[in-house]
């Protein structure tokens, strides 16, 4: 499995509304899909897992959709520590565990 | 709360072997909840799933490594550990450690997200 998201980069401002694409090559069964945030010099932090569930601590402004081969992640209301790298990756059956190129949400 | 804390060496030679080891304290470690993974990121490029391991010793490996590597747990100690052979200028990257939550999706049991992360090594491959 290949995941691709698009935008690479996405500028926006704060307080605007972010929608990130994760798109897999084939089907991914039981919308095993997670989202990531990454920040400079930090791990990533898991946002969302099996496509639509929010982490623990991850505020309601994100949110997490899609089904097959189209996965959308949404940032509602930009915050201003919500700058950074987002990688989508695909879960559940082993041994695939693969993440998508990452987008940059910069400022 | 539970911390993952990696070790190793930080600069290893082409050809020679990387042996990077987990610490794991704070939580559960012998949980039917959770597998323990190591991922890796290039300098300024994305992440790569390497490998996985259960408490019961059970490995998932990723097909690219899966030659070259080697993930064994000691429950004992609450570490699990990284081999990595035959090293090339493109192992360098930092390398995490990482735990999976274990889930039922109906036919099968597999990974859910890596929800907690350690701070990472950085692992360079030099002469």
């Known amino acids: 499995i290949v995941l691709t998201q698009s935008p690479g980069t996405l500028s926006l401002s704060p307080g605007e509304r972010a929608t990130l694409s994760c798109r897999a090559n084939?089907?991914?069964?039981?919308?095993?899909l997670a989202w990531y945030q990454q920040k400079p010099g930090q791990p990533p932090r898991l946002l969302i897992s099996?496509?639509?569930n929010r982490a623990t601590g991850i505020p309601d402004r994100f949110s997490g959709s899609g089904t097959g081969t189209d996965f959308t992640l949404t940032i509602s209301s930009l915050e201003p520590e919500d700058f950074a790298v987002y990688y989508c990756?695909?879960?559940?059956?082993?041994?695939?565990?693969?993440f998508g190129q990452g987008t940059k949400l910069e400022i | 709360q539970l911390q993952m804390q990696e070790s190793g060496p930080g600069l290893v030679k082409p050809s020679e072997a990387l042996s990077l080891t987990c610490s794991v304290s704070?939580?559960?470690?012998?949980?039917?909840?959770?597998?323990w993974a190591w991922i890796r990121q290039p300098p300024g490029k994305g992440l790569e799933w390497i490998g996985s391991?259960?408490?019961?010793?059970?490995?998932y490996y990723s097909p690219v490594l899966k030659s070259r590597i080697s993930i064994l747990i000691d429950t004992s100690k609450t570490q699990f550990s990284l081999q990595l052979s035959s090293l090339t200028v493109a192992d360098t990257a930092i390398y995490y450690c990482?735990?999976?939550?274990?889930?039922?999706?109906?036919?099968?049991?597999?990974?859910?997200?890596?929800?907690?992360w350690g701070r990472g090594t950085v692992v360079t491959v030099s002469s």
């Open positions: 990482v735990r999976a939550g274990r889930t039922y999706y109906g036919d099968f049991w597999g990974h859910n997200g890596f929800d907690v």
């Open positions: 704070g939580g559960s470690f012998s949980s039917t909840s959770h597998y």
């Open positions: 391991i259960y408490y019961s010793g059970s490995t």
């Open positions: 084939q089907p991914i069964n039981n919308n095993c």
């Open positions: 099996d496509a639509s």
């Open positions: 990756q695909r879960h559940g059956r082993s041994p695939h565990y693969v």
